[in-house]
């Protein structure tokens, strides 16, 4: 019962008796057993949560530890254990008294909480000692590293915003500890001592740190971390370049390149773009590094668009989906042409079939847009992803590139499921006005195959590896 101030517990006790004329009569008592309730709910908070900061306790924590590992053998997702330990705690306790301790530790029970998500659980296992654990972090280990450690970065960063309390001023740093989970494999034990010592590797490395409790998992981070703040200075370095790989018709002749990007690095030497594009997609440089390879691009464009015997030369452009969806993309690519004074209808660019299904409506209106200026579009990688018929025949496309992974696979196969399949797309393709381009291509069988079928161009090793700007000069004067 909900009275005006408190909630008030009845229990009801009645026997039913019935009357002469047969009806029932009910008679008992109502007793307040609301102090019995409040002694029960104590009970239960005593048992599975922590006194000070009313965090879930160690054994409320091993209860969805359990629950944690069992959902993630279920959904077959990453999970992570947190493990954090404040950096100066002891000492602030001695000096400014247990009480303070409290207080700063009520604060940042608080302030942690916040930080996370309703799914996961943050619990206090005793002193300064916090574990968190987070659940669905990805399915893959490197989308679930990258997740559990934005998420304890995102925390240290909650944590070291002043906290004032009893007129001091208090800035908080913390060692984090990370071990990943996947299914019911791990003893939960195993993987509390884990994040534990990943916890105190972190405490020895220096204050503020985050550290990994598997090496091969950490050392992958320290690595893409590295790469990531000097992939920001790649460009004025002047270590980017562009690759160019030729494109050839029927008669063997360069009809055109795609421009791939490469980043040499002073020590490690050529860093592969399946390493590096990842990274610049996830913290958003891949804007500014693909607004640099669409005006690289075009300038070389126009270099070509000037001599009579590359005038017809096409150049192709990734782009990856967070520069397509920039608000000014088509803009951008608009400027790059004017300024480097190159015909539109000499660039390509190309977008791949996931990309344009994430957001269909906004894709389709710069496909578009891209379109009234002359300015080609081809769909990437088709084969690999959705390859929905229905999407092609509806979207503005003018090429269709075949992926390599399809034509190798063909390759080895005589007649099998996906010759027929990409004798079926070049076909649809021409009769939607579109022409198809086979990448990678490496074997004469696999280009005298692909050309029976009427596919219209081919690219790849056997043709030509992408190559420096210098080198494919060269190579197109030697042809002529
Ligand atoms: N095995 C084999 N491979 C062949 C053959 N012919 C070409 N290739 C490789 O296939 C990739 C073709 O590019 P992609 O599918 O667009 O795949 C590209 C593209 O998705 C991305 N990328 C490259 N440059 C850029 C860029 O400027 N911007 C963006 N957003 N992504 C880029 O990186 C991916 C990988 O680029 P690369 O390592 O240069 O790898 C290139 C090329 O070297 C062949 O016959 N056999």
């Not at 985050?210 to 981070?221: A, C, K, P």
């Not at 050529?270 to 691009?297: Q, Y």
């Not at 993309?329 to 004017?338: K, N």
Request: proline letters at 3%.
């Amino acid at each position: 019962m909900q009275l005006s101030d408190r909630e008030l517990w009845l229990a009801a006790n009645s026997i039913p008796e019935r009357q002469d004329n047969g009806s029932i009569i009910w008679s008992g008592f109502i007793t307040d057993i609301s102090d019995k309730k409040q002694a029960e709910a104590r009970i239960h908070q005593l048992a599975f949560y922590d006194e000070l900061t009313g965090l879930p306790n160690r054994r409320l924590f091993a209860d969805r530890m359990r629950q944690a590992l069992v959902a993630s053998a279920r959904h077959q997702v990453y999970g992570a254990l947190l493990y954090m330990d404040l950096d100066d705690f002891k000492s602030l306790n001695d000096t400014l008294g247990h009480s303070f301790g409290d207080t700063l530790l009520r604060n940042l029970a608080e302030i942690i909480t916040r930080n996370f998500r309703e799914t996961d659980t943050v619990s206090r296992l005793g002193g300064d000692e916090f574990v968190m654990i987070l659940n669905d972090l990805g399915t893959s280990e490197e989308a679930a590293t990258k997740n559990a450690h934005q998420m304890a970065e995102s925390l240290l960063e909650a944590l070291s915003k002043p906290i004032y309390l009893k007129n001091h001023q208090y800035k908080c740093e913390a060692s984090i500890g990370i071990a990943l989970f996947k299914g019911v494999g791990q003893p939960q034990e195993e993987l509390l001592k884990r994040a534990d010592t990943a916890m105190y590797e972190a405490k020895s490395a220096g204050r503020s740190v985050i550290r990994f409790h598997d090496s091969e998992v950490q050392s992958v981070l320290a690595q893409r971390f590295r790469l990531e703040s000097q992939l920001r200075q790649a460009v004025e370095r002047q270590e980017l370049s562009l690759a160019y790989q030729k494109q050839v018709g029927l008669d063997g002749g360069a009809t055109g390149v795609e421009a791939l990007l490469r980043w040499q690095h002073p020590e490690q030497g050529n860093i592969p773009p399946s390493e590096f594009i990842p990274i610049a997609e996830s913290n958003g440089l891949i804007v500014p590094l693909g607004l640099w390879v669409l005006e690289t691009a075009c300038q070389q464009l126009a270099l070509w668009q000037s001599m009579p015997e590359t005038q017809h030369m096409r150049v192709s452009v990734n782009v990856s989906s967070k520069q397509f969806y920039q608000p000014d993309f088509v803009e951008s690519v608009v400027r790059a042409l004017q300024q480097a004074k190159s015909a539109p209808t000499g660039l390509c660019i190309e977008v791949t079939e996931s990309m344009v299904l994430d957001d269909l409506d906004n894709a389709m209106a710069k496909m578009q847009a891209l379109r009234v200026y002359g300015i080609q579009i081809s769909m990437d990688d088709f084969g690999t992803g959705y390859s929905s018929m229905a999407y092609l025949s509806r979207l503005p496309f003018d090429e269709v590139k075949i992926d390599k992974s399809f034509v190798q696979m063909a390759d080895t196969r005589e007649n099998s499921n996906e010759w027929i399949i990409i004798e079926t797309i070049i076909t649809m393709a021409h009769k939607l006005n579109m022409h198809v381009v086979a990448e990678g291509i490496e074997t004469l069988r696999q280009h005298e195959l692909l050309a029976a079928m009427g596919c219209d161009y081919f690219q790849g090793f056997y043709f030509s590896r992408p190559v420096d700007l210098d080198t494919f000069n060269h190579s197109l004067q030697s042809m002529r």
